[in-house]
């Protein structure tokens, strides 16, 4: 343990400066992905064919290997290999990839006859959508959210094989200097991580909907 | 008035929903539209608010044609109660029923205001308005699906189903409560039901829709009885609908016999002295009819003691003065005396009347008809 701390203390600077990148490199691309994700499922919520295409092919770009992603998107965008951008770009994707899927389904798990109600209520569709629908599909959107939050977690740290600068370069540390210390404190970052994110999702999903919680009670 | 003109419906599949419905729904009445699935009440019914376009005739409300409305502008002015209730879920009681009121551009506190009126209108309390649909009872969302439609005070309403989600008992109350309310407000309704009872409970008219979405029968519920069009509304009404039309013909004045009641606590002797063919009638302090007490057939020794409420016999029910002859030939029928007892508007008992005495009266209706 005091081995942890030391090494903590030693590398101070170098270690905040690789948290903040890996907090952004998690973040930000979940965001892009939810907001990418929330047009497009929302598409292959309302219109039926669009539904089997569309979950199709963003089950296969989430089956590509992470590790190809960050090689090739470089020259895809142009960018250079170490850039972090990269990186950003591939957990956006991955993030979207799940997403859209929740999304989707989570739109159409909203019972026919309240949209029917909404509806004979004179609410126009994009009344509908905003008032009704979107609201009662954060439960099942907000779970999609916590699966692709742990998952660019778990993928961030992969980024340090081609060298993106964040925690996971701890591994690749320990694993160089053949020093256990690095190691177990990257798993320490990287499980708390996972868990502060999976709790801030679920605390942000019950602050959107106390109608659950009044039910519960 | 809502007129529906050669109205039909046919889906791009072939399926045809409505077929040439022409009906004219009267203002300030119910109108019912019954039928098996399948028969296109449903598609009748959305097809006044524009959820459903009809791809042949028009549909007037007033004298203004349904398609030279905008829908959204169109179902403000409609209330709607889905079946189900239909309520949003995520919304409290209070701005459920504050929709329409909202989107019309109200202010949410003049909304949330009408919206609590509405709340004892339709009999719930105000310490329900906070709550969410999913802690509410069936009846009680059913009752808040009625306020909501109300809301907006619109002129008509649809009704899809409306009871058809609680338990007999609470359908019986809310379809009274309803029926009251509509005394009161009295709006162009169209009801759906699959329910023939309900239909002919409800309706001032009721239009019978066969499968394939044709007009089978349109009449006042007593007509619908006595003169089914075909053998395919007889067959939809069903059995016991010569007892069932009893429901539409008040019993008028009934000869009601010299009954002398019986009070808890008076002595078991005195219900045999008063009783007549072994039953004595009791009531409580204010009159009101509260069952029969055996005393016939019983040795002086086995009628020691007082009348109480554990021998009472509940079977019978009760009719009003001024009811119907069903009521009144329920009574009798259902009373373990044969006596059916009539009580008055306060509910206090006015004397008993024999199956006998309204079967004769049934013919004599029959015969001045």
Redesign the interface.
Known sequence: MSDLWQYLQANQAQIENWAGTTVWLIVLPLLIGLALALPTGWLAARYRWVYPPLIGITGVLYTIPSLVMFLVLPGILGTRILDPINVAVALAVYSYALLVRSVADALRSVPAEVLAAASAMGQTSTQRLLGVQLPLAVPVIAAGVRVAAVSNVSLVSVASVIGVPQLGQLFTLGNNTESLTPIVLGLIFFIALALFLDALVLAAARALTPWRRAVAS | MIRYESVSKQYPDGTTAVHDLSLEAPSHQITVLVGPSGSGKTTSLRMV?R?IDPTAGRIRIDDREVSSVK???????IG?V???G???????VLDNIA??PR?LGQTRRAARRRAMELLDRVGLSAELAT??P??LSGGQQQRVGVA?ALAADPPIM?MDEPFSAVDPVVRTQLQDEFLRLQRDLARTIIVVTHDIDEAIKLGDHVAVMRVGGTLAQFAQPAELLARPADAFVAGFVGRDRGYRALGFTAAGELPLADEKPVRLGDALMTARDRGRDGWALVVDDGDVPLGWVAVGGLPDSALRGDVTIDLLNLGGTLAGVGGTLRESLDAALSSPSGRGVIVDLDGRFAGTVTAAQVLSRVETARETR
């Open positions: 608010n959820m829908p959204a502008e169109l179902r403000r002015g709607y889905i079946q189900n239909g309520l949003f879920p995520h919304r409290t929709t329409v989107l709550r969410y999913a802690q909501r649809l």
